[in-house]
């Protein structure tokens, strides 16, 4: 957690700060400054409420003047949560908490010990900070690494999902249990007794792995990260986690560091007059889902420095094309990126269409795609560290748009289709 201990944050008189067990007579000239001192700290409590550093622990005694969040976050890539401050809790919103939801859904996170308010009725009343989370998507995991949490990480969906070696390893310690993915074990969840069960739901239609958790009566906190049409804005959610426990400091810390690399990285193809064409994706089950112009990948691509064919779409989701619509569009793009992540050689790309040797890109091997980081089985890193490392992303995406900007980078998350 933030602190293990507690401390006023507020002025304090000079004599406070003595030692115990030191004691002296002070000169006349001491004796001015302390009363000085006093008189200001006075004077600044009857303006201001005391303030506590963020508990790992429930409050003792409960005091309804001290502000219990000295520390706050406050979003402002992200579109999808709102946060407001209260003495002892936090109300969270989540705007839009799956795609086409007609309801906000809100959250009171009270801090341990203190008395969780009684007029948000329809409110999800979440005691923080947590100290056992399921962790239903691999995109938090990151989170609770960067914030220092991994002792509260109780339980995750799909072991063969988690890229990061220390969570894998505190599996097979037994230290964190796998509950599934899409169809939880109930009784594994049961038996976990976690305080939050953080999750996602992908649309209003049926989704079992929501359905399931919801009626176990469990504590559960949609994320809704994925619907953020930027990659900081999805990169901000971190702020959110962070909210379960009181590590608003250390995420604002974090994102700022985030934001003002990519921006660095921004500045640097800010001036470029030339622009490679580029397009993304593949098709699925026949049909090629390409990312539209508003899209988190259609401003990926523009802030890499690419001009990218389908940025005129109006829309932030998918655009459903078939194979001879991409094909007049994209037949002479210089590069293809995020085709499907299975592929591993130019031989896996020809195997599922020959086809795709009619576009440019594939003939001059400028194919690229995000499977670099893959665990033994299967599990992508970009999937699950790549949404809270924007830059990194970035970074590569320069490299392969414009190498002589970033000649000392090497790929990261992506990696060239031979």
Known sequence: ???????????????????????????????????????????????E?????AHDHCVEEFDATVDYFPEKVEPYYAQGFTVEYHPNYKLVTVKQP?????????????????????????????????????????????????????????????RRL???????????AGAIQEVGDLQP??????????????????????????????????????????????????AEWLKFTALLFNQEAKANQEFAAIAQRYQELVNKTATLTELP???????????????????????FFRDAGADYLWQDSDSRLSLPLDYEAVLAKAKDAD???????????????????????????????QVYIANARLNPEGGNDFWESG???????????????HPELLPDHDLFYYRQLD
């Open 185 to 234: 074990d109930a009784e594994k969840v049961l038996n976990l007794q976690p305080d939050v069960i953080l999750s996602y739901r992908l649309d209003d239609g049926e989704n079992s792995r929501f359905e399931t958790l919801k009626s176990l009566e469990q504590t559960i906190v949609l994320d809704a990260a994925h619907l953020e049409s930027t990659p900081l804005g999805r």
């Open 335 to 365: 590069f293809w990126l995020n085709p499907n992540q299975d592929w591993r050689t130019k031989a896996d790309l020809l195997r599922e269409d020959r086809r795709y040797d009619l576009l440019k890109a594939s003939q001059t091997k």
């Open 98 to 158: 799956w795609e086409e939801a007609a309801v906000d859904l809100n959250y009171v996170f009270v801090q341990c010990g203190t008395p969780a308010p009684t007029h948000y009725p329809e409110a999800t009343i979440v005691e923080i900070p947590s100290q056992r989370v399921l962790a239903m998507s691999t995109t938090y995991l990151p989170h609770i690494e960067k914030l220092g949490q991994l002792h509260a990480l109780v339980g995750v969906g799909d």
């Open 49 to 53: 409420k005391p303030t506590l550093s």
């Open 387 to 401: 949404t809270t490392n924007p830059d990194i992303i970035l970074a590569d995406l320069i490299k392969i748009f």
């Open 162 to 172: 988690i890229y990061s070696e220390v969570i894998r390893e505190k599996i097979v």
């Open 277 to 299: 064409t580029a397009f993304s994706g593949s098709p699925f089950q026949g049909v090629w889902y390409m990312p539209a112009g508003k899209s988190y990948v259609a401003q």
């Open 1 to 47: 957690m933030v602190l293990s201990f507690t401390f006023l944050k507020c002025w304090r008189s000079p004599q406070l700060l003595i030692p115990k067990q030191q004691y002296f007579w002070p000169s006349k000239t001491a004796l001015i400054i302390i009363s000085f001192g006093i008189l200001l700290s006075a004077c600044q409590s009857a303006t």
